[in-house]
């Protein structure tokens, strides 16, 4: 039998694997990472666009067509985002926790059916994302990650804003871009 053939003497390591000293590793071998569950999101890659924050209010359709505009302009594209809240909820007579599933194709074509609207078809390059969770901090998340030139979204329409704080006055403190609030 040829030397390439044969098998390693005993305690020796196999071709190719690392030597190890001491006692042999009781632990099983890892597995594979699965692969991911559920429909998988494109990563999207934009360079610095204009994001606007949509939630299907007057002043966020104000809002929209503002950044479309902007957007136009300084030759980025727009990155429409709307947020939704994380979709769960607790049943008030068993407290089980209910997820309300979401038809993102549908979302997806609604928001662009409302930008078609209120832009009048814009010549913009147009991407549309959702995010669950608190508006404020999904945006500004967003707008750190693609590294947005402007963030526009509509000003609050209800006193209670006025009152305990809004989307608009915790972004303009915190976003890292400049924000742009349209009545």
């Known amino acids: ?26 632990r099983p071998p890892e597995p594979a990472p699965a692969p ?5 999101v494109p990563a999207l890659s934009l360079e610095h666009p204009v994001i606007a924050g949509y939630d299907g209010s007057a002043s966020s359709r104000n809002a929209l067509a503002y950044a479309a505009g902007l957007s136009r302009r300084l030759g980025r594209p727009l990155l429409v985002i ?13 407290g089980q926790v209910v997820g309300v599933a979401r038809d993102a194709d549908a979302l997806e074509r609604w928001l662009l059916t409302e930008l078609d609207q209120v832009t009048g078809q814009a010549e913009v390059d147009v991407h549309v994302r959702t995010r669950r969770g608190s508006p404020a901090r999904e945006l500004a998340a967003a707008a750190e990650e693609f590294s947005a030139d402007a963030l526009v979204i509509g000003a ?25 609030v349209v009545p």
């Open 1 to 26: 039998m040829d030397q390439a053939e044969s098998s390693p003497a005993p305690g020796q390591p196999e071709p190719g694997q690392p030597e190890r000293h001491g006692r042999p590793d009781p």
């Open 82 to 94: 709307y947020v939704c809240s994380s979709g769960v909820y607790c049943e008030p007579l068993t």
């Open 156 to 180: 609050p329409t209800h006193i209670w804003h006025r009152v305990v704080g809004s989307v608009s006055g915790w972004l303009a403190r915190h976003a890292r871009c400049p924000v742009i």
């Open 36 to 40: 991911p569950s559920g429909p998988a």
